[in-house]
């Protein structure tokens, strides 16, 4: 019974009248929905804002990152559990970016790739010596700059950087 008394009470309160120039209801702000950076069609994973592709090799599994971030997109090969990442950055110098866990000691003039002047190869070593090696490959890409990494196991650490470079390769643009 008070339940009900304090829910006819509730509805006899005054209320107060919206001005004129205001909306009674209030509007959400509009979510920017990110999609996929690019999609993998016939076994060729192809990023729709930087145009470049890398071949879906077998025994590999690809995560396309979403349109607005810098990683672009990311391999992982499942019997070595290697992973291979393709990040994009606007402008700057051809060098490794800084990422956690990990001291880039190793930055070297690397191999020329097709169409490509400048590449440094640097090696990142991880502060806990269990996790991934972090072997990465920098070039400028269409006025942008490409960081390849390659996060290999430390077990299996011959065979999963090769494994890494045979994707690597099939970079094109």
């Known amino acids: ?49 930087y145009g470049f592709s890398v071949d879906l090799l077998e025994g590999w599994v690809a995560e396309s990152g979403s349109e607005t971030s810098l990683m672009r997109v990311g391999f992982e090969h499942v019997a070595t559990t290697t992973r291979i990442e393709f990040w994009v950055f606007e402008g700057g110098v051809i060098e490794p970016r800084v990422r956690g866990g ?24 991880p502060e806990d010596p269990s996790d991934p090696r972090v072997f990465g490959t920098i070039f400028r890409y269409r006025g942008s700059i490409m960081q390849v990494e390659m996060h290999v196991p430390i077990v299996g650490l011959l065979e999963g950087k090769e494994t890494a470079e045979a994707v690597l390769r099939t970079l094109a643009w």
């Open 1 to 49: 019974m008070r339940f009900l008394v304090l829910f006819l009470c509730a509805g006899c309160i005054a209320r107060t009248p919206v001005p004129e120039n205001m909306s009674p209801t209030i509007e959400a702000p509009s979510m920017v929905l990110s999609g996929p950076s690019g999609l993998v069609h016939d076994g060729k994973f192809r990023d729709n804002t």
């Open 102 to 125: 990990c001291v880039w000691s190793f930055v070297e003039q690397g191999r020329m790739i097709q169409d490509v002047d400048e590449v440094v190869v640097a090696t990142c070593v």
